[in-house]
């Protein structure tokens, strides 16, 4: 049984520290390091944005010279925020293992550190391709607890459904810097105060607004969708019988995408394409996209799919699986899965 979080005054300033000690204090019998690790990724986030929100002051643009497992071209600031996330976890004795975006295996926990009851999985800069012209990017990430009973983790504490997850969420770097988490209890965003370099809290008890916005898909891959995607994006324009038409927004780097969509209702998607034969799925990677946004959408009252059913009921049997997503407005989501079920059979 949880117990009930101590009302503060209004006046209270909200640390993210404050907050995440306040989200223990629902689980009695919490050890700390679910805490502490949600602490050291506050900390990493505050390093990264450090250098993102200096960009070409700093020599962290452009191309780090490499491609990363997924073929992408690798940006400095990717290979930064790789390298200080792994920095501030991999000696804390919190995790059993990683998996990164840009590391094509699981990450072990380096002698002669100890490993711990958490498994984390991220993206560490989303969106990076924008990185150069000044787009907003973000780091993804995910928490679960480990499934083996101790020693090195391994890919049966990994490959998880989302059902499994204990804390997921967002860093957005944009305009401000925010994160966005939750651990099953609600959705709450925080804005990091540069003066002071906290994380106050901005966006409490973050709900997907009812009445939609922005639909957000690349329409330029409209060619390779399937009869059921393109008939629910015209629906989504006014057509197919739909009255309330939606305006389009795309920003191309998901984070961003996702967090409007979250704040201002509507759908982000990125469905199966015929455009590469090597992501016939979609481009966008199952446990450390889909799953963390689609946990997060749902605990602020959204939906998460992959057209044929819940994000968070697929359980990845490779790292970088891929998936179509579907995240946003409940019924917009639900009835991208009615326009595939007709069309796509
Ligand atoms: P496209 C960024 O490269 C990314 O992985 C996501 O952040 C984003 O949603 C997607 O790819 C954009 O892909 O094909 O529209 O450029």
Known sequence: MSQPIPSLPASAVMTIER???????????????????????????????????????????????????????????????????YQLTDHTGRLCCMASEEEKEIIPI??????????????P?????NIDYNV?????????????????????DVLRSGREIVAGGYLVYGSSTMLVYT?????????LEPSIGEFLLTHPNIRIPDKPKYY???????????????RYTRWLQGEEGNTRALGLRYIG??????????????VFYYPADAKDPQKPQGKLRLLYEAVPMAYLIEQAGGYGSTGRGPVLD????????????????????????????RHDG
Not at 24 to 30: A, E, I
Not at 110 to 123: E, K, Q
Not at 144 to 153: L, M, Y
Not at 253 to 266: E, F, I, K
């Open 136 to 156: 907003a990017v973000g780091t993804i990430f995910a928490i679960f607890r480990r499934r083996t009973p101790s020693g090195p983790g391994t890919t049966a």
């Open 19 to 85: 907050h995440i000690l306040m989200e223990q204090s629902r689980f009695p019998d919490s050890s700390g390091s679910l805490t502490n690790l949600l602490y050291d990724l506050a900390l990493a986030a505050k390093l990264i944005a450090s250098r993102t929100q200096r960009g070409a002051l700093t020599d962290i643009l452009g191309s780090a010279g490499h491609d990363n497992v997924q073929g992408e071209e690798v940006q400095k600031l990717d290979v930064y925020a790789q390298r200080i996330i």
């Open 125 to 129: 800069l989303d969106g990076s391709s």
């Open 183 to 191: 651990t099953g209890h609600g959705v709450n965003g925080f804005t």
């Open 253 to 266: 780097s998901m984070v961003a995408d996702v967090h409007r969509t979250l704040l201002g209702g509507g």
């Open 216 to 230: 957000s898909v690349n329409q330029g891959n409209e060619k390779y969708w399937t009869e059921g995607v393109r």
């Open 110 to 123: 380096p002698d002669p550190y100890p490993t711990g009851d958490y498994v984390l999985v991220f993206d």
């Open 314 to 341: 697929v359980t990845p049997t490779s790292l970088h699986q891929r998936t179509p997503v579907f995240v946003g407005s409940r019924d917009l989501v639900e009835q991208a899965e009615a326009f595939i079920a």
